[in-house]
């Protein structure tokens, strides 16, 4: 009971938190206020306890696998050099120094033990990135780097902890050993996330080709796929976090979601933006609900040491401030070795600005997987020994969580209102162009079923002149559309303009006229005239053609475009 309790509270305080930031209009990313309700919840009595091995296996295969899915594949591979100089160098390099500096400022913390908190401290974390540049504020490019470097550099994030924490209890490292094993897991994962997702995915096929398509079987099995990916990868010792990460975009790169029906993929699609919604909320409030108590823990820690609450919190501003620089420094040197192998090689490469590569440095922030990470540390106890300065490692990365996402979240808006706009980002031009020869292609398949009904030798008949009058039809809507969309300079401005607006007209009349239907289709009910059953067809029918006319009106141009 109580356990179901703990679950509705997280599911109700979810709702509510995104209600709450909505109707108050709240100036701080959803993030925060969902730590600050966490914590207030945990002031308030409720206690939930945090087991890192629940956690990572609970939460992070699903939002990895499906940002994974999300990932603009031709984008990753033409930033897979930065991704990967950021994901994999940035991690050992923030590892070392930082580890360094750590030690430095705080000598109580050996070696060892600073490069595990710099360790867990130097992946940024994937549901934070993402909430901190979502609204298309963000240039396209950063965008794709951020997420990209978000879902591969947990695993060198977590290799190197892993390293360091056995260098610590042991005193034994080996450069070549954990060098070997990284190689080992890395590999491993992908492959084995690769080789379960395409396995997984020729099984969906063969039963969609024989007529299996039931939507909620495909959606649940679809649902268990990164956690068995996960589970599977971690029991063979390899990154089960790679693995999910692999295993979504292996998903993609098969197309097995084409070949399902229509209400199978809007289905899925609804399925996992509830999943991810959920998910990134719960994570945020667990991470609050974890929140007061590592505030208490850290000002009995330093009270105990004789050190005043004021220097810790000084030193978690300290190790912040180094972190930042550190990834700024790093991305800077990124950007100056492309631009050096550009002129070698003659060839021309985006250079981003000095505050691109600011909004790039703040958007850094850590999340829950440090927390899960740092939490898993071993606690002293009768029979063994504890890490050393676990408690004050768990302080710091609590502390240091907390201010990355108070600094992106007050430096991320001035920043992102001074950037440029993103004249190298294809989306728009690509959706126009698309929706273009899409129209094409369809005019030239009426024009082409014209042709060959006015060349049969037949009598006129009644199918014959239905099929002319559908085909003129769907020849003028689509002439509309290419009207619509077509911007070029042998378009006629005053002609496209028109037919916008004639659309936007349209579309206006026909919203009207969905929502009187609603109307009466509710009366019949309360008059009891029709059925519950009756009622829930139309009304599904009605959402349809909502929906529908909600993507058309999005897909219309601006007049100012025009």
Known sequence: MNILFIVLALLTVTGLTALLAKICRIPLPLPLIQIAIGSLTALGGLQVGFDPDIFLLLFIPPLLFADAYRMPMREFGELRNVIIFLALGLVVFTTIGCGYFIHWLIPPIILPAAFALAAVLSPTDAVSVGSMIEGGKAPARVVHILHGEALLNDASGLVCFKFAVVAAMTGIFSFQHALEVFFIMSVGGVLIGCALAWAACRAEHLLLVRGYDDAPTHITLAMILPFAIYLIADSLHCSGILAAVAGGMTVKFTGVMNEATTETRLRAATVWDMVNFTFNAAIFLLLGLQLPQLVRNGFQLAREGGVSPWKLLVAILLIQLIMSVTRFFWIWLSTTARRIIARIRHRNTVIPSLRTMAVMTVAGTRGALTLAAILSLPVATAASTGFPGRDLLVTLAAGVIICSLLLASMTMPPLLAGLAPDDNDPTQRELSAMRIELAQVALHFLHKQQSELAERDEDENESHDLKQEAISRLLHEYQDMQKRLDDTEA??????????????????????????????????????????????????????????????????PSTHDA
């Not at 006629?492 to 009187?516: G, M, Q």
């Open 491 to 556: 378009a006629e401005d005053d002609i496209r303009l028109t037919a916008i607006r004639e659309k936007r007209t349209e579309l206006s009349l026909r919203f009207h006229i969905i929502r009187t239907m609603r109307e009466l289709l509710h009366k019949r009910v309360v008059e009891k005239r029709i059925n519950d059953e009756t009622e829930w067809t139309i009304r599904q029918e009605l959402d349809f053609m909502e929906r529908e006319l909600q993507i058309e009106a999005k897909a219309l």
